[in-house]
């Protein structure tokens, strides 16, 4: 059974930065692209970005482009969101999830993390 375990959400300033982290265990971990979703209260649940399953490429919603980076560590089968530049628009809860794909893609996810909160105090 694939779990998938978010941490490292929290309170932080606008401008600030944190680092999420999603455990995975069970599976195979290192063939298949991850995820980053978010959910604010009252919107739908929204893309944040992906890492394919080596992480050579990633892929990004426009509204993270150039303050997020994901990346990945196939050792330790974990996946990390470094968020910079925070903002009161970011807070949310973070999802991670696991892809059926190895690609880095908006779709096709299938396993999903209990979440993580974050938010951006102005």
């Known amino acids: 059974q694939v779990q998938l375990v978010e941490s490292g959400g929290g309170l932080v300033q606008a401008g600030g930065s944190l680092r999420l982290s999603c455990a995975a265990s069970g599976g195979t971990f290192n063939s298949y692209g991850m995820g980053w979703f978010r959910q604010a209260p009252g919107k739908e649940r929204e893309f944040v970005g992906a890492i394919n399953w080596s992480g050579s490429h990633t892929n990004y919603a426009d509204s993270v482009k150039g303050r997020f980076t994901i990346s990945r560590d196939n050792a330790k089968n974990t996946v990390y969101l470094q968020m910079n530049s925070l903002k009161p628009e970011d807070t949310a809860v973070y999802y991670c999830?696991?892809?059926?794909?190895?690609?880095?893609?908006?779709?096709?996810?299938?396993?999903w993390g209990q979440g993580t909160q974050v938010t951006v105090s102005s």
């Open positions: 999830a696991k892809s059926q794909w190895a690609g880095a893609l908006a779709e096709g996810y299938i396993y």
